[in-house]
């Protein structure tokens, strides 16, 4: 089944950079996509980036467009996102999800979850 594994969280400064990266199991054939979300205490957990397994196009949450990057190498069955220009609002615990079904940025889509992965930003 499918297993996701985070890493890479930790604390920057405003305006650093930190990569995330999340392995997945490899028994993803139903998986159409793959996202990055994020949960700060009191708040609802809400979609960051989204990835297709098959390739483009990739989808942002407009707080993150231009300073976030959501890749994914297959051969290392990793997703990875690249976070640029990290401001005070992006601190929050960042889980990697998979769906089989409508790929959006609705958490509710996305059926496999990581455990999740801290960034805090000050």
């Known amino acids: 089944h499918v297993q996701l594994v985070e890493s890479g969280g930790g604390s920057v400064q405003a305006g650093g950079s930190l990569r995330l990266s999340c392995v997945d199991s490899?028994?993803?054939?139903?998986?159409?996509?793959m996202g990055w979300f994020r949960q700060a205490p009191g708040k609802e957990r809400e979609g960051v980036a989204l990835?297709?397994?098959?390739?483009?196009?990739?989808i942002y949450a407009a707080s993150v467009k231009d300073r976030f990057t959501i890749s994914r190498d297959n051969a290392k069955n990793t997703m990875y996102l690249q976070m640029n220009s990290l401001k005070l609002e992006d601190t929050a615990t960042y889980y990697c999800?998979?769906?089989?079904?409508?790929?959006?940025?609705?958490?509710?889509?996305?059926?496999?979850w990581g455990q999740g992965t801290q960034v805090t930003v000050s």
């Open positions: 999800a998979a769906g089989s079904q409508l790929c959006n940025l609705l958490p509710v889509n996305f059926g496999y």
């Open positions: 490899g028994y993803i054939h139903s998986i159409r996509c």
């Open positions: 990835i297709y397994t098959t390739g483009p196009p990739t």
